[in-house]
């Protein structure tokens, strides 16, 4: 690299061509993986190199024959009452519920929208579907996705104050590891746990 | 300083709010008419809670400098206030259909300076009024209204240089229609805001009349219409040498049609007229196109196109700009993302610059045995294409934050020299040169370092206006390109514990009539260090060589922090950092430490106190050294209706041939009843 500017010959072509050369090979590789279906075969390789390649092995949920209830495969939630297969206690008639508005739920789940000091907005809202899915999920508490995932849907990461707390711009950091997912008595719903400033 | 207008405002206000509600009120009779209630009597006006309180205010503050080869120099100022404050909530008809709420203080000021630095000793006396009352009117209107008057009075406090008494009155009334197919805010309000100092060297003032409408128009279940229009008349002074009187009217559309599954991709479009009479009369006309395609939960793709004119009173400006976005994230492990656009400038002197660009980046992240590991990897490459620029243009309000030490630097080459002027975030005050700021100007930049103890301190915002010197034609290539690596422990006794690395490169490749007039700075820069974050600590420890073709570098930095919680009224924190850079062109070394202490006790049931000390040292080798401590106590104090609340505050800045301290007294007391 020349010190002297004066000295400086034009160098676009090198430069230019090569980092252009770069950006496609880069974005082309990325895009590549689009296509990439998980098989049998290849689900191992995949692992090796990615987190959060669905297993294709992992039981779907399936008909126990001894009892005739739904059994929930290895990486799976699963709805009591799906599995039970009892769908008239929350399809009643001609019911669709939405996101929005799944009161539905508070006919077992009684009181969720109200048992802590410092509520989430949706459980207070009664809009439970906004994270869970009602009937099974490939992860835990039904939740519809990671919670990384499924909080950033509303909560996007440049609202998210990382000067503060530095963690939130770790993207290898789970939001439950520190706040809770309906509430607590704790502002901002952190954990007992967690590190935070009281009354803040 | 009485201001009875707006208290008769609210009062008429009300009344009439409430006559107009009258014959809603009669139907109460019969039904239910006002919301939260269905029977109850009609009251003309009813007192429901009344109070008042006593305030006393006492500042105090002292400066003093000493220089050599200069005299030595103290200013003084004292401030002494006593309020009496009157608060009431009362309501007309019913609490649901005018709900009054109000607080007023009057009282005496009394202020005394003697400035050295101004050579001037003042006394001034005023009477004191301040107030917020608010009329809310209900009733079983789809129209809640509120009217509203308010002053309010904060010090700004400045070295060496009397404080700065901002006062803002401002009454307006408010509506919110409530629509579900077009929810609207109205909005009319009139701002009178001054800024005195008590010499009137730096008085300011505006005032603002507005009206502001907000709709949004559900024109269907996945289309809406944003309407915005806002209407301003303003008349600005500053001393008795500079006024503007003008008007500002800015209209933006943005229509928003959701569609996909899920709702997930949508289209957004906008439009903008904006028109400002004048001294700096502008009128600007963009037009916006957003496209987001959500093609699956992991793959979104962004189209972006924006054409803007900016008509100036001896200029026009027009903007182009188109760009293609991608983002597809692979498993929980990669997101890929890719931009290609172009951006075309034209203005009236035919001047024109087209711009190509396209970017990619790679973000990796992977459990691995014992932790985690990040790796990022970036590409970007810029064209542009210039046309000769045969005139000179003024850059207006380009916003800068000062980063103490480092200087606040202009990334162009071609500033002309003496065409700099620094502001304050709002455009006051004006900095001077030499006081304020030194400049040095370089092939490539301009360098701008604040003066300290002058009046701008760490974190402040500036504005800062210049002007660029004609440019003969050129283009000019930029490549850049950035890695990362970093992998952090999750497990055994070294959790929390991250080592890192980080290469950024970017070159410049200029073809021009006259190289000698354009000239960018190529830097290679390489990162490496090691973090530590647990349990309330953090550790960070890192080492930055750059190759530049100007400033090349070698720096060192540590830094430390430490929150802790020892109980439910008590907590502590420390930060500490410590900065050597090592320039070679020319050769200069800059150390620089500071340590940030703060300490928060409930020292009893009714007391807590806060503790804050500030150190700082700095050693340059070329411009001397500098080294200060600024620490300040506050101990608030409430029993039942009584509150008092004592800040003490010391600072000592100390440089190589000067010295200056500044001591702070603040006591307050307040009493209900």
Known sequence: MSTDPQRRTPRRSAGARLTAALVVVLIGAANVWTGCTVTKSNYKTLSLFFDGVPDPDARVATIDEATGKVVAGANMSIHAPYAD??????????LRMTKNNSGMCASCHEGKEREHDYMHGPVAAQACLWCHHPHESNHKHLMRDSDRAICTMCHVPEMLSSDRVPEHADSARGCLECHTGHGGRRPFMLRDAAPGKEGG | MTTPGPIRLIVLAGFAAACASAPAQQEADEGPVIVGETKSKWRAFELNRFGAALEFLGRSRRDSREQ????????????????????????????????????????????????????AEDHSSDFTTLFDINAHALGNSK????????????????DFASSVTNTTTETGVMAAIQSITAPTTIKIFRNESTQDDQLGQFDF????????????????????????????????????????????????????????????????????????????????????????????????????????????????????????HIKHRLFESLVSTGTVGTRRFEDSSDFTSTEWYVNGELEYTKKVPGGRLDVTVGASFNAQDNSERGSTIRVLDESQTFNDPFPIVISRPRVVPGSIEVTGATGFPI???????????????????????????????????YDVAPTPASTVDTTGLTASVRYTIAEGSLIGLSSYAIYRRQDHSVDSTDPTTLIFDDTSTFTYGLEYRRDGWRFKGEREHQESSFTPYEATRFEAAYDHQFSRGSTAGVDATYEMIEYSNPENTLEFARLSFRWNETLAHSTDALLRVDLRDEQDSL???????????????????????????????????????????????????
């Open chain 2, 205 to 324: 003032s505006q005032e603002q009349n507005t009206f502001f409408l907000h709709s949004t128009l559900n024109l269907a279940d996945r289309h809406r219409l944003e309407v915005e229009y806002t209407f301003d008349d303003i008349t600005e002074r500053q001393g008795a040498t500079f006024e503007n009187a003008y008007q500002r009217h800015n209209l933006q559309l943005t229509d928003v049609y959701t569609f996909g599954d899920e709702k997930l991709s949508e289209l957004r479009s906008y439009l903008r007229y904006y028109d400002q009479s004048g001294r700096f009369p502008l009128r600007l006309l963009r037009w916006d196109e957003r496209l987001l395609l959500t093609h699956t939960r992991r793959l979104e793709t962004r189209y972006n196109f924006s054409a803007e004119r900016q008509t100036f009173a001896d200029s026009d400006q027009d903007h182009f700009d188109a760009s293609a």
């Open chain 1, 85 to 94: 297969e009892s769908c008239s206690e929350c399809h009643r008639g001609r």
């Open chain 2, 623 to 673: 411009r001397g050294s500098s080294r200060g401590v600024d620490s300040s106590l506050t101990i608030n104090w409430r029993k039942r209706q009584t509150t008092a609340y004592v800040t003490v505050r010391a600072t000592l800045l100390e440089a190589d041939t000067s010295e200056q301290t500044t001591q702070f007294l603040e006591v307050g007391f307040r009493r209900e009843f």
């Open chain 2, 68 to 119: 050599e080869g200069q005299p030595d120099l103290t200013d003084s100022e004292t401030l002494m206030r006593e309020l009496l404050e009157l608060n009431g909530r009362a309501f007309i008809g019913h609490k649901n259909l005018v709900d009054l709420t109000a607080t007023v203080k009057f009282g005496l000021e009394d202020r005394f300076l003697d400035s050295g630095t101004a050579q």
């Open chain 2, 431 to 465: 900095y001077q040169e030499g006081f304020h700021y030194t400049v040095q100007f370089f092939p490539d930049r301009v360098e701008i370092r604040i003066i300290l103890g002058r009046g701008i301190n760490d974190g402040d915002t500036l504005l800062i206006d």
């Open chain 2, 143 to 158: 129209v809640p209204l509120d009217v509203y008057a308010r002053r309010e009075q904060q010090f700004l406090e400045r």
